[in-house]
């Protein structure tokens, strides 16, 4: 590595067998692009607590679910607290990254969410529904996801799982988001085939949807993907807002595209490197 270029710790598990998707063909051309501006290499999530001393930046992409590692994924997040490490995305994001608690939070403020509790005693707070979506705090990729009917749920009284209504939508759609600012949508027009994903153009409230989850985070820097679903009645709700490890799915997009998003990307990461190592922008690490 160059040694005047910021050394970038890039953490991805690149055998993880995702569904439909090959999560390492994205990372390999990640870091082919990124290795122009910065000295780069490559570790699996479990390694990454032990060598980030060593490095500029800490940069997490396809990490997988944490839901296998959670107690190490803790530890490095204690240690990148202590030690100041410039991670990126930054760890005071409010979505995924610390669990999908703010699910449940956010449904009880009233944000356009699918409805969400954790509770069997608090289904009545829930829409009616024939079938019932059961899912892990700590999951991604549909990681330990059932699908259960009312009869069902009171066997899976557990701490670390949620319960929402199964919801009738026409497509999901996410927006992709580097900082605050918007870089590109895609979207699913066949809700049985979640990964065949085409460009989607959103308009004025689309974004504005959007935008709102971003502005609650309060995200510096990082990567944000706002995952949403289109009901029937045309209405959008949050379906997850991860800030933790979000596929990015370049090969869904244009060129043009593609290259915006590498350059916006490597200006925020020469940005992040520009801060004082052990510099705090006020706001905690949420335990996870």
């Known amino acids: ?19 439909g998707r090959r ?27 032990a060598l980030m001393p060593d490095f500029d930046l ?14 190490e994924y803790q530890a490095f997040r204690a240690a990148a607290g202590e030690t ?52 892990p ?3 991604a990729d549909s990681v330990g996801l059932t699908v259960v009917d009312r009869a069902g749920l009171p066997r899976l009284d557990h701490p670390d799982l949620l319960v929402q209504p199964h919801v009738d939508f026409t497509y999901e759609v ?6 605050h600012d918007f870089q590109y949508a895609l979207y699913a027009p066949r809700p049985d085939r979640r990964w065949e994903l085409e460009p989607y153009e959103p308009d004025e409230a689309d ?17 944000q993907r706002v995952d949403a679903c289109r009901t029937r009645d045309g209405a959008l709700l949050l379906v997850e807002l991860e800030d933790l490890n979000p596929y990015l799915s370049l090969d869904r997009i244009d060129a043009d595209t593609r290259d915006r998003f590498v350059a916006a990307m ?16 006020g706001k905690p690490i949420r335990p996870a």
């Open 1 to 19: 590595m160059t040694s005047d270029r910021p050394r970038i710790l890039y953490v991805s598990d690149l055998a993880y067998d995702a569904r």
């Open 23 to 49: 999560y390492c063909d994205e990372d390999i051309y990640l870091t082919s692009r990124l290795r122009a501006a910065f000295g780069l290499a490559i570790c699996h999530p479990l390694d990454a607590r």
């Open 58 to 71: 800490v940069v997490v992409r396809n990490s997988g679910p944490v839901l296998g590692y959670q107690a």
């Open 84 to 135: 100041g490490a410039r991670v990126f995305t930054e760890l005071t994001g409010k979505g995924d990254a610390a669990g999908k608690q703010y699910l449940i939070d956010l449904f009880a403020q009233g944000y356009p969410v699918i409805p969400t509790v954790d509770r069997p005693g608090e289904i009545d707070r829930l829409p009616a529904s024939e079938k019932y979506v059961v899912k």
């Open 137 to 139: 705090k700590y999951g």
């Open 174 to 179: 996410s927006f992709y988001y580097l900082d």
């Open 207 to 223: 974004l504005a949807f959007a935008q709102r989850f971003i502005d609650w985070n309060d995200i510096d820097h990082g990567i």
């Open 266 to 281: 490597t200006t925020s990461l020469t940005r992040l490197s520009d801060k004082p190592r052990g510099s705090r922008s």
